[in-house]
Nanobody
Framework: QVQLVESGGGLVQAGGSLRLSCAASGSVFSLISLNVMGWYRQAPGKQRELVATINRGGTTNYADSVKGRFTISRDNAKNTVYLQMDSLKPEDTAVYYC??????????WGQGTQVTVSS
């Protein structure tokens, strides 16, 4: 079993920046099995949507809406994934969830962290 704990959310003005972190914990075997890690978000009244993912080898994938503004990175030694969010817009306001998928497709979610961008 893997636990994911997010941090770094908050309130920021439009054009500002925030950095989210997600630390994974669990057994050594579970942690080394984590392949894809990423971030999703859910705004009020909307479905949860992908923001960005990164695999163990460092290959990244971004939603079109955040390309060029957000950067996902990963520290495999610390079992931590980061999301650097720059040039934030009010439409980025949402609860951001960390996600991890193991090599045998076990799916883990964090509890979520609120990001609010004021105009």
């Amino acid at each position: 079993q893997v636990q994911l704990v997010e941090s770094g959310g908050g309130l920021v003005q439009a054009g500002g920046s925030l950095r989210l972190s997600c630390a994974a914990s669990g057994s050594v075997f579970s942690l080394i099995s984590l392949n894809v890690m990423g971030w999703y978000r859910q705004a009020p009244g909307k479905q949860r949507e992908l923001v960005a993912t990164i695999n163990r080898g460092g290959t990244t994938n971004y939603a079109d809406s955040v390309k060029g503004r957000f950067t996902i990175s990963r520290d495999n030694a610390k079992n931590t994934v980061y999301l650097q969010m720059d040039s934030l817009k009010p439409e980025d306001t949402a609860v951001y969830y960390c996600n991890a998928v193991s090599t045998w497709l076990a799916n883990y979610w964090g509890q979520g962290t609120q990001v609010t961008v004021s105009s």
